[in-house]
């Protein structure tokens, strides 16, 4: 039954409040790890709006947080790692759209979030005095991987942190690469969003003038804790925050 006028003002204001509120903790997530925006922005965004204007509106914060770390300290990005992934990207994130018309989502989901909920542990568990590093060659993999479940379950990160946190890379340049990992993914989104007209839509923008700031208000705040953190702290973290993904798509995929 469509609203009427009045409850339409009260609606309206607590729907944007509640979408700024997950912007901004969302950011404070990214911008610490480097990618998990979406665990916290998206599920809470569907409580109050259809999923397809969840993601049309956040993919415009995620994309304005990406060129913020992105481009906040670039000569701290590590560009060989960087571009070693962005070709493979290009191509997962094409075979993720064929993947996405011909597979089994379910079943999909369920293989990823065991497999991401099993590293995560395995981080978890590690010695922290164990320094490992793993080939370059896994930078294709990641990126083939990422840009596949950028497509399928709007995380791309998730592939592209288990490289680089075992590349030894110090704590800025892994924050700084991730950024710029993530802006390829989240980039080529955008405009699969775009070309599908899901941001044609004027409200989106409308609450993107809200949400793109609280976001970067989130990104702020992120900072002043990303200076007090050490790096093993921010790789607890980004394993926790894998944890957490794999969770969820566990979850997702059972439910």
């Not at 409580?47 to 397809?52: S, T």
């Not at 542990?121 to 060659?137: E, G």
């Not at 690469?177 to 941001?199: C, N, W």
Request: no cysteine; aromatic share 10%.
């Amino acid at each position: 039954m469509p609203l009427d006028p009045t409850e339409i003002a009260v609606l309206i204001p607590m729907e944007l409040a509640a979408l700024v509120l997950a912007a901004f903790a969302g950011s404070v997530i990214f911008g610490i790890t480097g990618f998990g925006a979406a665990l916290v922005t998206v599920p809470l965004a569907t409580h109050f709006v259809p999923l397809p204007f969840a993601l049309a509106l956040f993919v415009l914060m995620d994309l304005a947080n990406a060129f913020r770390i992105g481009f906040e300290n670039p000569k701290r990005a590590v560009k060989a790692e960087w571009t070693l992934m962005v070709p493979t990207i290009l191509i997962g994130t094409v075979a993720g759209v064929t993947l996405l018309v011909n597979l089994p989502r379910q079943a999909a989901t369920l293989a990823l979030g065991i497999f991401i909920t099993v590293f995560a542990l395995y981080s978890l568990m590690r010695k922290a005095d164990v320094v490992r590093t793993v080939s370059t060659r896994w930078a294709y993999v990641a990126g083939f991987a990422g840009g596949i479940t950028s497509t399928l379950f709007g995380a791309g990160g998730p592939p592209y942190a288990m490289y680089l946190t075992y590349r030894g890379l110090a704590k800025e340049q892994y924050r700084a690469t991730m950024g710029f990992a993530t802006l390829t993914s989240i980039s080529l989104r955008a405009v699969a969003f775009l070309a599908t007209g899901i941001l044609l839509d004027l409200k989106v923008w409308l609450y993107a003038a809200a949400v793109v700031p609280a976001g970067l208000l989130g990104l702020w705040a992120a900072s002043h804790l990303f200076r007090r953190i050490s790096r093993e702290m921010l790789l607890r973290a980004v394993a926790l925050m894998l944890l957490a993904s794999g969770t969820s798509l566990i979850v997702r995929a059972l439910s």
